[in-house]
């Protein structure tokens, strides 16, 4: 069974657990560093990305989490997810900081009051099927894709657009991030990509296991 960690410090918790649990994978609720522990995969959830970086730091998971994402662990960020997955932010508040990941400059509220909150239908070239309908809150926006100094293990791929180009959604190796809430318009085809991602992490991890304990 695939153990998938939610970070649970604030924000939209239950429906990514719904959504995962729907694929089929254990979902452990993150809250200190022992939860961390024989993860496969781990989901950022929405909320407030300032709070969630403050408590990552009362908890004593804030360096924990940042060492995982570096080692590859797949993740995938919806919203203030994305924030706290981007290298570099813009509109940060005071003190705030991420945990890195996806070498992508993202801007905070990047939409104005008019259209704080809005769905739209998606430009998504990875995915197949139907077009992805997506919630937009208080969302973040990818404004450069690429372009830091941070050496990564794959290039960053585009995974969402809105109609006008504007990026919402990125992929760099195992780590997602989308600037809006696909858990809750029930469209769970970029969690199946996360859950794939486990599955592959999950057999590298025991494989590593074996040749290991091979004498
Ligand atoms: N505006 C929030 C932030 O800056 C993100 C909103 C959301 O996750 N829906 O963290």
Redesign the pocket.
Same mark, same amino acid.
């Given at each position: 069974e695939l153990r998938v960690g939610v970070l649970a410090l604030q924000?939209d918790v239950r429906e990514h657990e719904a959504m995962l649990r729907g694929l089929g994978a254990h979902v452990v609720r993150v809250r200190r560093p022992t939860d961390l522990e024989r993860l496969d995969a781990l989901v950022l959830p929405?909320?407030?990305?300032?709070v969630i970086d403050r408590l990552s730091r009362l908890t004593g998971l804030r360096g924990l989490l940042r060492e995982r994402v570096r080692d590859g662990l797949p993740v995938l960020g919806?919203? $203030?997810?994305l #924030?706290l997955l981007a290298d570099r932010i813009l509109d940060a508040a005071p003190g705030q900081e991420t945990f890195g990941g996806l070498d992508v400059l993202v801007r905070?509220?990047a939409f104005g009051t008019q259209t704080d909150s809005f769905e739209t239908a998606l430009v998504t070239p990875a995915i197949d099927g139907p077009p992805v309908r997506s919630a937009f #809150?208080? $969302?973040?926006l990818v404004e450069e894709v690429g372009g830091g100094t941070a050496g990564r293990d794959a290039a960053v791929e585009v995974l969402a657009s809105l109609p006008d180009g504007r990026v919402v959604g990125v992929r760099q190796g195992d780590r997602i991030g989308l600037a809006f809430?696909p858990e809750v318009t029930g469209e769970d085809r970029f969690h199946r990509l996360l859950v794939e991602a486990a599955r592959r992490w999950a057999d590298d991890t025991a494989m590593e296991r074996t040749a290991r304990d091979m004498p």
């Open positions: 924000g929405g909320g407030e990305s300032s919806t919203c $203030a997810g #924030i905070r509220n #809150i208080r $969302a973040p809430h």
